[in-house]
C-alpha cells in the first residue's frame, strides 16, 4: 500500500487524557498538511509541514495541540488533556507541490477521536 | 472553512445535470480543486482547474471559472446515483468549504 496511512483509526478516550495520532505520507512527498473535519464540515485546515519544518499553523488551534514531523517523514498530531468538542476526524494528506504538477492531495482514511 | 463558501445541499434526479457552486477569497490561487467524499471514504481529487483557464471538460464534468466574481463551479453531466456524494471546493493554500452534500434520486 503506498498511499497515506494512518492510524490508529479509531481512538476513544475519557476527558483530559492524552492522544497522539500519527501519520506516515506518501514517500516521495515533502508536504504533509494535517485537518480536522467534524460531521456536516469541510476539512479545517490545523497545519502543515514541508519537509521537517512546520511552516504553517491554524490560529484556532490552541495549544493542547502540538505537531512534529521530525525526519520529514511520518508526522505526530498530539492532543493534551482532550475535551469533548476535539471529538472529530483527524485528517492527514500529503503532496510533492512541484512546478509541473497541480499540487494534488492525497488523503489518508483519517484517524476518528471520541472524547467521552 | 470561512475563506471558501459552497451551498450544503444539492438534490436532483438521476439524469439530470448537476451543478455545485463555490466562492473563493484567494485571488492568488493557482489551482482551484473539486474533491470527492463517498460515505465512510476518504477525500479524493476529482478534477481541478488551473487559473488562467475559464473552463475545463473532463467526460461528464465540467468546471467554470469565473475569476472577477471568484466563482467556481462544478457541472455534473447525466447524473448517476454513483455521483451520490460530499463535494468539496478547495483553494491553493488547501483551505475547503464545507462541502455541498448531493443526492441522486433514481
Not at chain 1, 497545519?47 to 514531523?69: G, I, V
Not at chain 1, 517523514?73 to 512541484?98: H, K, N, V
Request: net charge neutral; with cysteine.
Amino acid at each position: 500500500d503506498t498511499g497515506v496511512s494512518q492510524n490508529p483509526r479509531h481512538k476513544i478516550t475519557k476527558r483530559g487524557q492524552n492522544v497522539t495520532f500519527r501519520c506516515d505520507p506518501i514517500s516521495e512527498h515533502n508536504r504533509l498538511y494535517w485537518y480536522r473535519q467534524t460531521l456536516g464540515q469541510g476539512p479545517e485546515f490545523l497545519t502543515y509541514f514541508q519537509n521537517e519544518a512546520q511552516l504553517e499553523k491554524s490560529r484556532l488551534l490552541s495549544d493542547r495541540f502540538s505537531a512534529e514531523r521530525p525526519k520529514g517523514s511520518f508526522s505526530t498530531l498530539e492532543i493534551q488533556r482532550t475535551e469533548q468538542g476535539d471529538s472529530a476526524m483527524y485528517l492527514c494528506a500529503s503532496t510533492q507541490p512541484r512546478g509541473d504538477n497541480t499540487g494534488e492531495l492525497f488523503f489518508g482514511e483519517g484517524s476518528r477521536l471520541t472524547v467521552l | 472553512g470561512e475563506d471558501v463558501e459552497q451551498s450544503l445541499f444539492l438534490s436532483v434526479r438521476e439524469g439530470d445535470s448537476s451543478v455545485i457552486n463555490c466562492t473563493y477569497t484567494d485571488s492568488s490561487s493557482t489551482y482551484l480543486y473539486w474533491y470527492k467524499q463517498e460515505p465512510g471514504a476518504g477525500l479524493q481529487l476529482l478534477t481541478y482547474i488551473f487559473s488562467n483557464m475559464d473552463m475545463k471538460q473532463d467526460q461528464r464534468l465540467t468546471v467554470l471559472l469565473n475569476k472577477k466574481d471568484k466563482h467556481l463551479s462544478l457541472r455534473i453531466a447525466d447524473t448517476q446515483t454513483g455521483d451520490s456524494a460530499i463535494y468539496f471546493c478547495a483553494e491553493r493554500d488547501m483551505r475547503f468549504g464545507a462541502g455541498t452534500r448531493l443526492t441522486v434520486k433514481p
